[in-house]
Structure formats: C-alpha cells, structure tokens
C-alpha cells in the first residue's frame, strides 16, 4: 500500500495550493470577479475508496472535466462537482441571473474553462518543484456516476495503454482532495461551492512521485 509521510503529504499540499493560488488568479481576471480556492483535504486511497469518497458526499450525479498527462508522470487529472453545485458554479462566475436553461448551455463550456485552468495549475505544480516532466491532453467533459468516471478501462484506454498482467487494479492509486471555490458577488456576499480535484496514477507512477518529494525534502 503506497503511504506518504506527514513531511510528504504537507509538501504536497503546499505545492498544489501554490497551484492554485495561481489558478485563482487566473480565475478572477476570466470572470472579473474575485475567486478563492483552497484544499481542505487530501487523501491518497485506492480507486474504489474514491468512488466511496466521493459517493460520501455527493449524490450519484456529477459533473467532471478530466484531462490525460504523459511523460515521466502518466495519469489522469479530473476536477469534479455535483450536478447541482456545477450549474451554482457557472451562475457564480458569470454573476447574473439567467434561466435554468441557458446556464445548462453555458455548462460545458464553462466548465471546461474552468478546468482547464485548476487542472493546468495542479499538473504545473509538480513540473515547477520536481524534476519530472510531462505533456497534457487535451480536457473533456464528462457526466456520471463516481463509478464511471473514475472507472480505469476508462483511464487507461485514453492514455493508449491497455490491461495486461502487470496491471493491477487494486495496485492503482488516487489522490483525492476536496476543494472549496469561493466567490463572492456585487453586495460582497460570499459564496462556497465544494468539488474535488482527483489524479489518478498508477503504482509506478506514485513511486516516482514520493522519489521526488524524499529529495526535495532532504534539501529543505
């Protein structure tokens, strides 16, 4: 079972949050609205306790962008709220009143921007203060149950690889980390969303993943 130290986990909480303060900032010029992101939680577990997490707290209808990364570090970074709570989100960042219907035609866009920004953020995080390197796909948008979207058949045919011997399922691991998205409106009300940013890796990949943290560590 891959386990991170309290030394690791704390370096890389600083290093995703680092992310997305930038991400924040990049928000807040794109929407003309100021916007704060932070991490409350993080939690490294098996892709089926991910399902569970996320079934925990969530009903079993959700919204995600989830964007593929190759290179030295291979795997799959998806940002993910609740159906109803995307829809609170795109109204929060356009900050107007509209019908039901047209904020579910702006959704995907949107939400794809949106993505594409916290997304890019967490993955630059890791190239800035490791030394790894990697290429990002393309982002999709996706709607599902946690089953389907963080289902590995799934994840691993859009990284072009396929399920061999040396591919275990149970082997495979989640960083799941809840995020809180506030904002605030023009009477200076504030408003919380909650979602979560989840990066799947393999066992190799989080192997080479705690190797970077143990150097960069020993050198603080």
Not at 160 to 179: G, H, I, P, W
Not at 201 to 219: N, T, W, Y
């Amino acid at each position: 079972m891959f386990i991170l130290s309290e030394l690791e986990e704390d370096a890389l909480k600083e290093f995703f949050n680092m992310g997305l303060g930038m991400a924040a900032d990049s928000l807040s010029r794109m929407v003309d609205n100021e916007v704060l992101l932070s991490l409350p939680q993080l939690k490294v577990v098996s892709y089926k306790e991910a399902i569970r997490l996320l079934l925990s707290n969530n009903e079993d209808k959700l919204v995600a962008v989830r964007q593929n990364f190759t290179g030295e570090l291979t795997g799959t970074a998806l940002l993910i709220f609740p159906g109803a709570e995307s829809l609170e989100l795109v109204r929060t960042l356009l900050n107007e009143q509209m019908p039901l219907e047209v904020l579910m035609e702006l959704e995907q866009e949107t939400l794809l921007d949106v993505g594409n920004v916290i997304l890019n953020a967490f993955l630059e995080s890791f190239t800035q203060m490791m030394s790894i390197e990697f290429e990002f796909g393309s982002a999709e948008f996706l709607k599902g149950s946690s089953q389907f979207l963080l289902d590995i058949t799934s994840h691993l045919a859009m990284q072009k690889q396929s399920l061999t011997a040396d591919v275990n399922v149970d082997d495979e691991r989640a960083f799941v980390l809840m995020m809180d998205f506030k904002t605030s409106n023009e009477d200076n009300v504030q408003n919380t969303l909650n979602g979560f940013v989840v990066l799947l890796f393999s066992e190799s990949a989080m192997i080479i993943l705690k190797r970077e943290l143990e150097v960069i560590l020993s050198q603080s």
